[in-house]
């Protein structure tokens, strides 16, 4: 089956500690995203890569880091930094060109 | 600056068809695109539709683009209960090099009564 898993469903944590959130694919896309979604509002790119070692800032990256050591793998890390981390977040993947992206089922973050 | 927005709910009758609208800005954009999320999961891509095309149909599905006004909607026939979720309208744009960004909207609460 291919497609795109995020782990944990539901993560919570308290505040000043970082967490991070898995994002795996088996699909074969070389580019991988991950977005922010609050309640109602649409979704907000936090980073993305195109690339295995490449990655690159988005709208509000800011208190976010990512690693892209592997192309199936795109872990993003929620640091302390964060001033308002509790939200969904969502990862996607797409081919290089990105014009059909695919996402993962969520991870819902609460802090604590 | 980019912008995407969608009516935040809409209730229909099961049955019915629905329509949910979406005005975009970008008018450099190369696909406009209609995702469905269910409560508590990930975004679902319906449907999306090239920027030179002004109609694509996909069994319930038709997508109308009017490029003039940055105007799309999503029809769907025959709406079923099941179809009750949260539609994203998104645009893209290329942001800082090949990848394809995608603007979305705030997302149109569909509700289906039966």
């Known amino acids: 089956d291919g497609g795109i898993t995020q782990s944990p469903k539901y993560l919570f944590r308290k505040e000043g500690q970082n967490v991070t959130l898995s994002c795996e694919q088996n699909?074969?896309?070389?580019?991988m995203y991950w977005y922010r979604q609050d309640p109602g509002q649409g979704l907000r790119l936090i980073y993305y890569s195109q690339i295995v070692n490449d990655f690159q800032k988005g709208d509000i990256a800011e208190g976010y880091s990512v690693s892209r050591e592997k192309k199936e793998s795109f872990p993003l890390t929620v640091t302390s930094a964060q001033k308002n981390p509790t939200a969904f977040y969502l990862c996607?993947?797409?081919?290089?060109?990105?014009?059909?992206?695919?996402f993962g089922p969520g991870t819902r973050l609460t802090v604590l | 600056g980019e912008d995407v927005e969608q009516s935040l709910f809409l209730s229909v009758r099961e049955g019915d068809s629905s329509v949910i609208n979406c005005t975009y800005t970008?008018?450099?954009?190369?696909?406009l695109y209609w995702y469905k999320q269910e409560p508590g999961a990930g975004l679902q891509l319906l449907t999306y539709i090239f920027s030179n095309m002004d109609m694509k149909q996909d069994q319930r599905l038709t997508v109308l683009l009017n490029k003039k006004d940055k105007h799309l909607s999503l029809r769907i026939a025959d709406t079923q209960t099941g179809d009750s979720a949260i539609y994203f309208c998104?645009?893209?744009?290329?942001?800082?090099?090949?990848?394809?960004?995608?603007?979305f909207g705030t997302g149109t609460l569909l509700a289906v009564q039966p």
């Open positions: 998104a645009e893209s744009s290329y942001y800082g090099g090949a990848t394809n960004k995608l603007i």
């Open positions: 970008d008018s450099s954009s190369t696909y």
């Open positions: 699909l074969n896309h070389d580019a």
């Open positions: 996607a993947s797409s081919s290089f060109s990105g014009n059909e992206q695919f």
